[in-house]
């Protein structure tokens, strides 16, 4: 079966998501850490003002242990009169009708699936999900052949390569015998000749 959803509330923040174009709690908290900046804005101005106004006559001390108690009561007041205002938000604005379909959920609900279907869904999606896993399986078997591949190949330029080397080195030797070899018999010859001519005489 298709995993479901346990939690209703996810499922009508992203049905709200869907209506409105946006999640009406992330805009009621943003409008309400908006308050709450202004407001702490607002009596640091304040407690500011006094120090100034009234110096010498009120210490720091004493005006900062006030603003703590009148703004504790301030967001107090805040709390209470925005949780009334999100309510009403909730119940008059951001409401959305149980008779209301979105366009992209209208076919669900003009063609719904049977129970088999969704098996049958289901088996699909996991047949598919297991030809993926084989896929990537494979493709990483064939890339780990590619590097055995690739290790192979650089051995067999380097006994290529040796070959060649000594390939030269031997030719080398081969012609460097040769010339030695004329130049015995050469040698021999005129050994010869020098035999004959000491004969003859």
Known sequence: MAEQVDDPLCVDDAYA??????????????????????????????NESILITFKGTVSETELQEVSHKRGKIAIDRLDRKFDKAENYLFKNVFSIPDHLVLPSDRPQVDNPCTEEEMIMLDDDIKHVLDRIVAVKYANAQLQDRLVEMQSLTKQLDSTLHSIEKMHTDVAAQSHEMRQTVNSYQHVTTLLDRCRLDSTSS
């Open 17 to 46: 998501v869907q209506f409105f174009g946006f999640l009406p709690q992330s805009l009621l908290n943003g409008i309400y850490n908006g308050f709450w900046e202004y407001l702490q804005e607002a009596m640091a101005a304040l």
